[in-house]
């Protein structure tokens, strides 16, 4: 079991690695280029919109032809291409940025939770999630740091074929790790996915972590712009990701503890909680200094919303539908709230000042967690 840890544990690194590097500078990248703040509102936007309907259809796959492991790997290639392309071309031009950053960014964030998917179904490796995925978060928080310092000193090129290399390991280690356990009779087709929505309580869950990833995803663009308005720059950005990300690390690792003694239900609440206080101290002390330490908060928010989301969704789901009930709640909680978090987010900057957009968002948290009270677990075990 150790060597399989370890395994996952180094796929993870390099992979939320590669996608930082590419995610972190997203948005910089398209204000380098020339494009206001609607323009990148829709352009975010669009990305969602291609992962939501992608996720939906990965999912299925994955339960059909009983694989994960293959649909990684051919979705990293295809992330490799439009990746190359979207950061090698930086005049503006609008339709074929839309096009290319959508794809790039759904890609990245359709691996991402496919291996996340990968990590629940592998045999013998569920009770060890947080502990694996918290490699991803070192990954993830050593390329958000070095990515904005990459940026300053060589260009976006130099970003993107620093995310090559590392998309290049994600495939060779994929290709030496075990697939899914994935042992079904049931004949899957695409319109079994609609068994999911007769669970009242899948539904229920579907609305609140669509609600909390809402105010999550605002994090890519409407702090990103708040770190810019008073005065941050590409470094700083890349700074802030880096102390979030790191600060992930202790709870994610032991988050199989937490789950045992809170339950799901209430590890959402948890992080419901100090996600909506992170956003609006974030508005309260408007500086840079401000800004790293109130990040901290990430601690606390990211890991319980993640792993008990993965453990809620995972009681509501049939055992045949396990992927493609990971599948489809992300593509609602991270795809559709992607889709609604930048449009309203690029629509309000022009029309509001940052830091109201910004407390706001703190503030709607209330929402999700109101929701969530209705949830009535499937199982006594959450």
Do not use: C
């Amino acid at each position: 079991m150790r060597k399989k840890i370890y395994g996952f544990g180094f796929l993870m690194f390099v992979s939320f690695a590669a996608h930082a590097s590419l995610n972190t500078q997203a948005i910089p990248f398209l204000t380098d280029v020339g494009y206001s703040s609607s323009q990148r509102g829709i352009i975010m936007a669009s990305h969602a919109l291609v992962a939501m309907i992608g996720q939906f259809y990965v999912g299925y796959l994955a339960d059909k032809h009983q694989t994960i492991k293959k649909l990684v790997i051919y979705a990293t290639i295809t992330l490799i291409g439009f990746s190359m392309i979207t950061y090698l071309y930086d005049a503006e031009n609008f339709l074929l940025h839309l096009f290319l950053m959508s794809n790039t960014l759904a890609l990245v964030r359709m691996v991402g939770n496919l291996l996340e998917t990968w990590l629940v179904e592998v045999d013998g490796l569920y009770p060890y999630f947080g502990t694996v995925r918290s490699f991803a978060s070192l990954g993830w928080a050593v390329a958000s740091l070095v990515a904005g310092q990459v940026v300053l000193r060589y260009g976006y090129a130099s970003l993107m074929w620093v995310s090559v290399v590392m998309n290049l390991l994600v495939v060779l280690a994929s290709i030496y790790l075990e697939d899914a356990n994935k042992v079904s009779e049931e004949s899957i087709s695409f319109t079994d996915i609609k068994l999911l929505f007769k669970n009242k309580q899948y539904v229920i869950l579907i609305l609140a972590y669509t609600t909390t990833w809402i105010v999550y995803n605002a994090d890519n663009v409407s702090v990103t712009d708040y770190i810019l308005s008073i005065g941050g720059t590409e470094g700083d950005v890349g700074i802030k990701w880096f102390v979030q990300a790191l600060s992930e690390l202790p709870l994610m690792f032991f988050s199989g503890y937490f789950l045992r003694k809170l339950k799901g239900k209430r590890m959402m609440i948890y992080g419901s909680i100090f996600l909506g206080l992170r956003f609006f101290l974030y508005a309260v002390y408007p500086s840079l200094n401000a800004v790293y330490i109130v990040s901290l908060l990430q601690m606390i928010s990211f890991p319980f919303l993640l792993v008990s989301q993965k453990e809620l969704f995972l009681i509501e789901s049939p055992v045949y539908l396990r992927s493609s009930g990971q599948m489809v709640s992300v593509a609602f909680s991270g795809g559709l709230a992607a889709i609604i978090s930048p449009v309203i987010a690029g629509y309000l900057g022009e029309l509001l000042p940052i830091r109201s957009i910004v407390m706001g968002l703190g503030i709607f948290m209330v929402v999700p967690i109101i929701i969530i009270l209705f949830y009535k677990p499937s199982s006594n075990i959450t």
